[in-house]
T-cell receptor, first 117, second 109 residues
Framework: ETGVTQTPRHLVMGMTNKKSLKCEQH?????MYWYKQSAKKPLELMFV???????ENNSVPSRFSPECPNSSHLFLHLHTLQPEDSALYLC????????????????FGPGTRLTVL | GQNIDQPTEMTATEGAIVQINCTYQ??????LFWYQQHAGEAPTFLSY??LDGLEEKGRFSSFLSRSKGYSYLLLKELQMKDSASYLC??????????WGAGTKLIIKP
C-alpha cells in the first residue's frame, strides 16, 4: 500500500462508451499526476495538477479529460476512445515538485488496466 | 529532445550481482530516480541521486556521473523476488520526471 488508490482496477469499454477513472491519495501531497503505461514504452506523462490547478497537458487528445476537485482526488474522464488507448493508466502524487524539497518522490497507485474494444 | 536509455531486458542468476545502466540527455538536471515495478503492480521508489557518486542502501546501490549523463543500479545477492522491471527517471529543469522504458530483470535459480 503506497497511500494512493485507484478504481477500477480493470475496465473494458467500447469506443462509444463514457467512463471515468478515479484516484485518491491519503498522503497529504499537493501534486497529482496521470500517466499512461504501454508495453515496452516509457511512462507517458498525461496531466499534472499542482495545488488543484492543471500545470501540464502533454498534447493529450481531448477524448481524455482530467478533473481535480481537491488535492486528494483526481479523475480521468474517458469518451469515444480508440483501441490504441488500451494501456495501464497510473495515478501518482507528490509534494509540489518545485517546493524546494531535496527531492520529490512520486507515489504511485496500482493502476487501471484499460481495454478499448 | 529528451531521452533516457536503458537495456530492455537482462538475465541474472540468484545470488549473483547485476548492474543496470541508464544514460540520459535532458534539458537540465535536478536528480535521477530508480523505481522498481513488479508485473501488474505500481512502481515503487528505490533511490535518488543528485550528486556524483555511489549511494548504498542495503543490497541495492545507485551511482551517478552527471558529466557523463550516466547512472547505474547495482543489485547484490540477487533473490527471486528481485525479478521486476527497473525504471530510470530524470528530473528536468522544470522538475518533471522523464522516464526510461524500463529494464526487465529476470532472475534464474
Amino acid at each position: 500500500e503506497t497511500g494512493v488508490t485507484q478504481t477500477p482496477r480493470h475496465l473494458v469499454m467500447g469506443m462509444t462508451n463514457k467512463k471515468s477513472l478515479k484516484c485518491e491519495q491519503h498522503l497529504g501531497h499537493n501534486a497529482m499526476y496521470w500517466y499512461k503505461q504501454s508495453a515496452k514504452k516509457p511512462l507517458e506523462l498525461m496531466f499534472v495538477y499542482s495545488l488543484e490547478e492543471r500545470v501540464e497537458n502533454n498534447s493529450v487528445p481531448s477524448r481524455f479529460s482530467p478533473e481535480c476537485p481537491n488535492s486528494s482526488h483526481l479523475f480521468l474522464h474517458l469518451h469515444t476512445l480508440q483501441p490504441e488507448d488500451s494501456a495501464l493508466y497510473l495515478c501518482a502524487s507528490s509534494q509540489d515538485p518545485a517546493s524546494g524539497r531535496v527531492y520529490n518522490e512520486q507515489f504511485f497507485g496500482p493502476g487501471t488496466r484499460l481495454t478499448v474494444l | 529532445g529528451q531521452n533516457i536509455d536503458q537495456p530492455t531486458e537482462m538475465t541474472a542468476t540468484e545470488g549473483a550481482i547485476v548492474q543496470i545502466n541508464c544514460t540520459y540527455q535532458t534539458s537540465g538536471f535536478n536528480g535521477l530516480f530508480w523505481y522498481q515495478q513488479h508485473a501488474g503492480e505500481a512502481p515503487t521508489f528505490l533511490s535518488y541521486n543528485v550528486l556524483d557518486g555511489l549511494e548504498e542502501k542495503g543490497r541495492f546501490s545507485s551511482f551517478l556521473s552527471r558529466s557523463k549523463g550516466y547512472s547505474y543500479l547495482l543489485l547484490k545477492e540477487l533473490q527471486m523476488k528481485d525479478s521486476a522491471s527497473y525504471l530510470c527517471a530524470v528530473t528536468d529543469s522544470n522538475y518533471q520526471l522523464i522516464w526510461g522504458a524500463g529494464t526487465k530483470l529476470i532472475i534464474k535459480p
